[in-house]
């Protein structure tokens, strides 16, 4: 199974969100006796936010938009659910981390730090501040950090090819099920949006 430094050269930094979804994916695949990736779509999840905690998803349990087992739900929760295919078996994970308490210096440090300061010791301060919670994250018992639900969950469909049209405006290829009518002309939906 990846560690955290794999995710890190997957992600590109590493930040509090992205530790919080390494935990979240690691307790889905230890809930689900699963060891290593989805190599197909025999799991899915369902994200419930587009933060960088859903980097840590796709790498972790290799589940992806591409392959049709990722699926967003823009809720802006700190919510993944998992499922696998086929027989309904899932896990739903909600985030519910409490950071470490913040000094009245790292609150100061961070306001200026949200108004633009990026001064050295301001710096300092809010990467110091947001290695602490990562390792307060990383460390963490799950019980401490996650909400786990086992429960059935109807699979979602596999995902599905469509036959590509053309837009009759732009001339670009549209899935079919995304094609619109416009004026009587088979288009895309920028085109369909255009005023």
């Known amino acids: 199974m990846k560690e955290y430094k794999d995710i890190i050269d997957f992600h590109g930094h ?3 969100g992205l530790a919080l ?6 307790a ?10 989805s190599e197909d779509e025999e799991l899915v999840a369902i994200v419930e936010n587009d933060s960088c905690a859903v980097d840590a998803i796709q790498a972790i349990t290799g589940c ?6 990722l699926i967003f739900k823009d809720y802006g929760k700190q919510v993944y ?7 309904g078996d899932a896990v739903r994970i909600a985030i519910d981390f409490t950071p470490p308490e913040e000094t009245e210096d790292e609150k100061r440090m961070w306001q200026r730090y949200s108004h633009g300061d990026r001064s050295d010791d301001v710096l300092k301060v809010v990467h110091d501040r947001k290695a602490r919670k990562i390792m307060t994250i990383l460390k963490a018992k799950d019980s401490e ?3 786990i639900t086992k429960m059935m969950l109807p699979p979602p469909e596999e995902a599905r090819i469509y036959q590509s049209i053309k837009c009759e405006i ?6 079919e099920p995304k094609a619109r009518v416009k004026e009587g ?8 949006e255009k005023k």
Request: charged residues 25%; hydrophobic residues 35%.
């Open 14 to 16: 590493s930040c509090p």
């Open 21 to 26: 979804g390494y935990r979240a994916a690691r």
């Open 28 to 37: 889905a695949l230890k809930e689900m006796a699963m060891e290593d990736i």
């Open 64 to 69: 992806t938009f591409g392959k049709g087992n």
């Open 81 to 87: 659910t998992f499922i696998k295919r086929p027989s």
């Open 145 to 147: 950090l996650l909400k």
């Open 170 to 175: 732009c001339g670009e290829k549209t899935a």
């Open 185 to 192: 002309k088979i288009v895309c939906i920028p085109c369909f």
